[in-house]
Nanobody, 124 residues
Framework: QLQFVESGGGSVQPGGSLRLSCEAS????????IAWFHQAPGKEREGVAR????????YYADSVKGRFIISRTNAENTVYLAMNSLEPEDTAVYSC?????????????????WGQGTQVTVAS
C-alpha cells in the first residue's frame, strides 16, 4: 500500500517549535515532489512547503517563509518539517503527500498518497 505516515505533532505555546516527520511506505521519494499541508477546522487544505526528492529544491508558502524548514532523508524515505516561531494561526492538522509535478504554488489537487495527518496546536 502506498501511503505516508505523519508524526511529531503536539501542543506548544506561541513562539515554540515542533518537528514533524513524514515516512513513505510502498514507494521511494526519489522521483516525487513531497509537500506538507495544513488544514484548520472549517478551512481548506493549504500547502505550506514542498521539497523535490530529485534535487532537494524547496518551496515555501509566504505564511511560513523564514519559520519552517522542509528537509528529506531519501535513505530513510522520510521528509521532515521543522516549525519554529509557531503562531496560533499555525494550529491545524498537518499532512503530507506526493506529486510527480511541481509548478509554483502547492496545489493539493496534484497530490496523492495522503497520510492521516498529525495535529499541531499552538496556544498559551
Amino acid at each position: 500500500q502506498l501511503q505516508f505516515v505523519e508524526s511529531g505533532g503536539g501542543s506548544v505555546q506561541p513562539g515554540g517549535s515542533l518537528r514533524l516527520s513524514c515516512e513513505a511506505s510502498g514507494f521511494t521519494l526519489d522521483n516525487y515532489y513531497i509537500a506538507w499541508f495544513h488544514q484548520a477546522p472549517g478551512k481548506e487544505r493549504e500547502g505550506v512547503a514542498r521539497i523535490s526528492g530529485i534535487d532537494g529544491s524547496t518551496y515555501y508558502a509566504d505564511s511560513v517563509k523564514g519559520r519552517f524548514i522542509i528537509s528529506r532523508t531519501n535513505a530513510e524515505n522520510t521528509v521532515y518539517l521543522a516549525m519554529n516561531s509557531l503562531e496560533p494561526e499555525d494550529t491545524a492538522v498537518y499532512s503530507c503527500a506526493a506529486s510527480p509535478f511541481s509548478a509554483g504554488a502547492i496545489d493539493p489537487a496534484l497530490y496523492a498518497y495522503w497520510g492521516q495527518g498529525t495535529q499541531v496546536t499552538v496556544a498559551s
